[in-house]
């Protein structure tokens, strides 16, 4: 079965302090994407990042990193010197080919609040 | 290229009635899919479509129908309105990768759904 967890809840830093944010993922399948995105006080889902199961490189993007990392189902998301503009609730998700094709079974959620 | 559009973007039903929420993508995608997000639950699937005339039940199916009778329309039906439907609704369409898997789904920006 496939599963996505974020156990953080919610999250409050204050502007400049790192944060990270975990997702661990459960599934049979040996080919599967993750993925994280964005949900700001708007409401609109903005993609941030998809890995495959085949690539455990880390990835940077600016402020954003992630770290996927096969031995833990672990694929977190870090933000480097957080912003006010980073809050938002953050959901990290995954497609397996065990699954329907094309769904993505999605963590709870993950609010992050950053203060001035 | 407008992406994933939804209407309406806020819609109040009485229990009982029915509507249909409108969800259009121009990006030739073969995969959509329509997902409810609630408090504390993430994103859950309803109802997905691998391509035009087929159409298939996701998670949480009951009480919504849907048909996909072109590529860019997958529209979503409450044939008699429940105060548990009330939601933020999400379209999201996919060009799928096959044997591959999943390549990136694209939300439209949601329809907040209340009913009374």
């Known amino acids: 079965a496939q599963k996505v967890t974020q156990a953080q809840t919610e999250i409050s830093v204050v502007e400049k302090e790192d944060v990270t944010l975990d997702c661990v993922y459960e599934t049979r399948d040996t080919t599967y994407y993750l993925f994280w995105y964005k949900q700001p006080p708007s409401g609109e889902l903005v993609f941030l990042i998809r890995r495959n199961s085949f690539d455990e490189q880390n990835e940077i993007s600016g402020r954003y990193s992630w770290n996927f990392q096969k031995s833990t189902s672990s694929f977190n998301f870090t933000i480097t010197a957080s912003q006010v503009v980073d809050s938002a609730v953050y959901f990290c998700a995954l497609s397996d080919r065990g699954s329907t094709l094309g769904r993505l079974y999605f963590g709870r959620g993950t609010q992050l609040t950053v203060w001035p | 290229n407008a992406g994933v559009t939804q209407t309406p973007k806020f819609q109040v039903l009485k229990t009982g009635q029915s509507m249909t929420l409108q969800c259009a993508q121009d990006m030739n995608h073969e995969y959509m899919s329509w997902y409810r997000q609630d408090p504390g639950m993430g994103l859950r699937l309803i109802h997905y479509s691998v391509g035009a005339g087929i159409t298939d039940q996701g998670e949480v199916p009951n009480g919504y129908n849907v048909s996909r009778s072109t590529t860019e329309d997958f529209p979503l039906r409450l044939l008699s309105a429940a105060p548990s439907q009330t939601s933020v609704y999400f379209c999201?369409?996919?060009?799928?990768?096959?044997?591959?898997?999943?390549?990136?789904?694209?939300f439209g920006p949601g329809t907040r759904l209340t009913v009374l």
């Open positions: 999201a369409s996919t060009l799928t990768q096959g044997a591959h898997g999943t390549d990136t789904q694209y």
